[in-house]
């Protein structure tokens, strides 16, 4: 038997790519390490297609060490990141991408940890926006939709 089903494409795909970032991170996290070389392009395509755009805003990182960075631009931020290649984020990072906390050190995973919270609320967003410039289409066959 065929059914018709009705879903928003663009919100779909968003949710999928929004749920491999985070998985990708949380794999981040708990190994404790950059991105290789030949992960940075899918991270890139992965990054902008689960926030569609959003995530420019100013932010503020909480480190566990109690340590503030206050980042102008949160996706430059997150992208300069995907070409760091040390476990130890060091103050000459901090410098070259915000100008300041020279003095700095943070495990890597610390970072993707706040990379992973701040997405969730950039993702809420980015998830509006798709139901608003998502069309609807029709899907026959399963209950659940393809990705378009």
Do not use: C
């Not at 950039?122 to 998502?134: D, F, K, N, P, Y």
């Amino acid at each position: 038997m065929t059914s018709e089903s009705q879903f928003r494409a663009t919100f779909e795909d968003t949710k999928a790519k929004q749920k491999q970032l985070r998985h990708i991170l949380d794999g981040l996290i708990a190994e404790n390490r950059p991105l290789k070389a030949d992960e940075r392009d899918k991270l890139f395509d992965l990054y902008a297609d689960a926030n569609i755009g959003l995530g420019t805003s100013e932010t503020v990182l909480w480190l566990s060490n109690n340590k503030i960075i206050e980042v102008p631009n949160f996706e430059k931020f997150v992208r300069d990141l995907f070409y760091y290649e040390k476990n130890l984020v060091d103050g000459d990072f901090f410098f070259q991408t915000l100008g300041k906390y020279k003095t700095y050190e943070v495990e890597i995973k610390e970072l993707w940890k706040q990379i992973r919270s701040k997405t969730m609320g950039v993702g809420a967003e980015a998830l509006t926006q798709a139901i608003r410039i998502s069309k609807e289409q029709t899907h026959l066959g399963s209950s659940e939709p393809a990705l378009v």
